[in-house]
C-alpha cells in the first residue's frame, strides 16, 4: 500500500510503498478515504509533543473516514462494507491514517453518518470526542444551563457549542468579532473577548453570576478567565489546562474543575470502547442534523500531505484540514500487494 511515511521529526514526507497490514483479534482492516489533520499532527510531526510521542518512521494521522474491507478474529460489531470513522491511531506507535489501509481496534469506531461523505466524517473524531468528554462525561451538560465556550470557533469551541445547543444548553462563546458570524450560525451569543473584560460578558450575559459551565479550548490566560466567569458551584472544564494555575478564584466560588485528554485509551488501551460509543453519538446528532463541522474546502492527497499542515501552521485553514486518500490504480505488470485474510 501507499502511505505518507515521516522519518525525521520536522523532516519531509516521503510517499512509500509498504506492507498492507493484517488485522489482528478484534480490529478490522479500513481501506482509508480521507484522514483528518490537527494541530496536534503538526506537534507529533516537529517532535514537540511530549504527551503524543510516536516513534519514527512513522505514519501520522489520527482521525480516518473509510470502508471496512477485511475483519480480524472476535469482532462482531462490524462486517465487510460497513463504512466506519474514528480517532485510530497517530500516537504511541499506532499507525495513522495516512495511508490507503489502516489495520484498527474497532472498538475505536463507528458507522458513519449516513447523510455524511467521508471527508465530513474524517473531520470530526478528536474535536468530537474532545468536546464530548467535556461537555458530558466531565460536566454534565443539560438543558437551560449557561454555557460558555471558551474558543467558539475552533475545533473543539464549534463542536461543543453544537453539542451543548442540542442538550438544551444556552449557549455562549467567546471569539473575535471577525468569527462572530459563524459562532451565530452555530445557534450561540457570541462574546468578543478583545472587546470585554471577563466582568463585562459575566455581567451582560450571567446576571454577573457566571455560567453552570464553562469550556476551555485556549488553555493558559484563558483557562484563568474561565475561573472567573464560572458560577458558585460551577464546573469548568479544559482540554488544554497543562499550566500552573492559581485556583483561587474556582475555589472561592466552590467550583470545580475537570481536565479532558482524549489520547489516553489510545495510549493506554483502556477505555476504547467509550470512544465509539461517544461516535455513535455524534452519528445520532449529525443523521438528526444537530452538528455540522467546519470544513475546509481544499482538497489535499497523500502526496501533498505537507501542504496540509502548511494551510494550519500559516493559519490558512477555513475549517478542518482532510486529505483525500483515493484508490491506487496499478498500472499493467506492476506488482500489487497480495489478499488479505477474511476479505470480503
Partial sequence: MRAALLETHGGPFRLAEIARPQPGPGEVLVRVHASGVNPLDIKIRAGAAAHA???LPAILGIDLAGVIESVGPDVTAFRCGDEVY???GGVGGIQGSLAEYASVDARLL??????FGFREAAALPLVFITAWEGLVDRAGVRAEQKVLIQGG???????????AKAFGAEVYATASAEKKDMVEALGATAVDYRAE????????????????IVYDTGGGAILDASFKAVRRFGHVVSCLGWGNHALASLSFRGGSYSGVFSLLPLLTGVGREH????????TRL???G?????????SFSLGGVAAAHSAIEDRSARGKIVVDVPRYEAVPGEATDKPFANAC
Fill in 53 to 55: 510521542r510516536h516513534p
Fill in 86 to 88: 474514528g480517532m485510530t
Fill in 153 to 163: 470557533a475552533g475545533g473543539v469551541g464549534h463542536v461543543a457549542v453544537q453539542i
Fill in 275 to 282: 470512544h465509539g460509543a461517544i461516535l455513535a453519538e455524534a
Fill in 286 to 288: 449529525i443523521e438528526g
Fill in 290 to 298: 444537530k452538528l455540522v463541522p467546519a470544513l475546509d474546502p481544499r
Fill in 110 to 115: 463507528a458507522r458513519k453518518p449516513a447523510n
Fill in 197 to 212: 473584560t471577563v466582568e463585562d460578558y459575566v455581567s451582560a450575559h450571567a446576571g454577573g453570576e457566571g455560567f453552570d
